[in-house]
């Protein structure tokens, strides 16, 4: 149920009076409206920021800098922001007006096509690509994207546009503590942000690849491993372990050029991903649009050798994140491991302490070693005698 009222009049930019003519729907921070100008006719999209559901005043001025940082970005390839309403003039809170764009979402373009049975024509994926990452490079001058997803990136005529920054950071890492911490989409998110480590555009680059590989196949890439896709753990282990597949098995006239440069920008480590120079550079490769255009190479045999190259390169990276994850797991098992005994011993604690207080010819000692490569706990008795609990190191149960 919207929480506005369509007539609700509102300020919006230079000062115009708008008025909600339709809600549209829910965003990831709150409802969207089209909204038209009383005076002059024209339409934005109006978002509501849900700043009163968030937990703290830091919380919330981290969310409006945001917005004001993307109200900085001016770019054919990304969706402007025009407003921004802080809520203190408003009787409907905080909100942003936005360029209002018409044609839907990449998210609706790939179902239907997939609904249809048929691919994007590679000239038109190029073309959805090259604008993908011009309006991504425009917005990573600013700020990190964070929330790169098909959902996310409108269409108007023929031109894609990078919209929502809902979750988006500061790029100046100097800015962090007054920038809005939020989380990305879990079929999206860069191994980095799984483990928590530093952010930085390379995450939208990651999130890009994925997209990339969805225009070409109309698939996700990972989509084949994950059972439940709800399931947080299973995602998790397919972003930090799951190389991303040859696209060429589900589009096989896909240029050899974007199969590598998927695999590059979707590369676990974020130093082995390329800037948007680079991916640019890739994409507007003449040689590129030709092979698009006529399903295949000026030169057949260079690219039977690439393709052989890029076979192997990727077999490396398989066999490299299998050893990867069974070092992962066997490390998780030990902590496992680890916890288990240590919560044994703490069952110890308060027998021995109330002995201990209780007991007037002395106390019992607790003597804890492990330089033999093994828990190992001595209980020293006041009468002589000693217990001593071992845990030995053991291999993974099946």
């Known amino acids: 149920m919207p929480s506005v009222q369509i007539g609700q009049k509102l300020a919006g930019p230079a000062d115009e009076i708008y008025t909600i003519s339709d809600f549209l729907g829910r965003g990831a921070f709150g409802e969207v409206y089209r909204a038209v100008s009383d005076v002059s006719g024209n339409v934005m999209a109006v978002k509501l ?22 109200k900085e970005i001016s770019h054919r390839n990304v969706v402007q922001v025009l407003h921004v309403n802080e809520g203190g003039s408003s009787t409907i809170g905080p ?49 990190v994207h964070r929330d790169v997803k098909p959902d996310n990136i409108l269409i108007e005529g023929t031109a894609l546009k990078i919209a929502d920054f809902g979750i988006a950071k500061f790029i ?42 969805e225009i070409l196949s109309l698939e996700h890439p990972f989509i084949a491993g994950i ?51 680079d991916v640019l550079q890739v994409l507007s490769n003449p040689t590129l649009e030709t092979s698009a255009e006529t399903n295949g190479t000026i030169a057949p045999a ?17 066999m490299s994140l299998e050893n990867a994850q069974q070092l992962a797991d066997q490390a998780r098992f030990v902590g496992l491991y680890k916890r288990v005994c240590e919560d044994l011993l703490q069952r110890f604690i308060q027998p021995v302490e109330q002995f201990n207080r209780s007991f007037q010819f002395g106390q019992i000692t607790i003597a804890e070693d492990t330089s033999t490569g093994f828990s190992l706990a001595r209980y020293c008795i006041p009468t002589g005698s000693q217990i001593t609990i071992c845990f030995f190191p053991r291999s993974r149960m099946e």
């Open 95 to 143: 909100y942003v007006c936005m360029e209002y764009v018409s044609g839907g979402n990449l998210a609706a373009v790939i179902r239907a096509q997939k609904k249809a049975n048929t691919k994007i024509p590679l000239t038109r994926a190029l073309e959805m690509m090259i604008d993908i990452a011009q309006g991504l490079r425009a917005v990573n001058t600013k700020l």
């Open 227 to 277: 059972k439940d896709l709800g399931n947080f753990l299973e995602w998790e282990r397919s972003h930090l372990f799951d190389s991303c597949p040859d696209v060429r098995k589900l589009r096989s006239e896909a240029p050899i050029a974007m199969v590598q440069l998927i695999t590059r920008m979707t590369a676990k480590r974020p130093q082995d991903r390329p800037d948007w120079d």
């Open 172 to 213: 100046d890492e100097s800015t962090r503590s007054h920038t809005f911490k939020g989380g990305q989409h879990i079929a999206y998110m860069a191994p980095e942000g799984w483990v928590a480590e530093k952010n930085t555009f390379k995450i939208d680059v990651y999130a890009a690849g994925i997209v990339f590989f």
């Open 49 to 70: 920021l849900a700043i009163g559901e968030m937990a703290d005043e830091s919380t919330r001025r981290a969310l409006l800098n945001e917005m004001k940082a993307a």
């Open 302 to 318: 260079l690219e039977a050798a690439i393709a052989s190259a890029v076979a192997k390169k990727q077999k490396q990276e398989r």
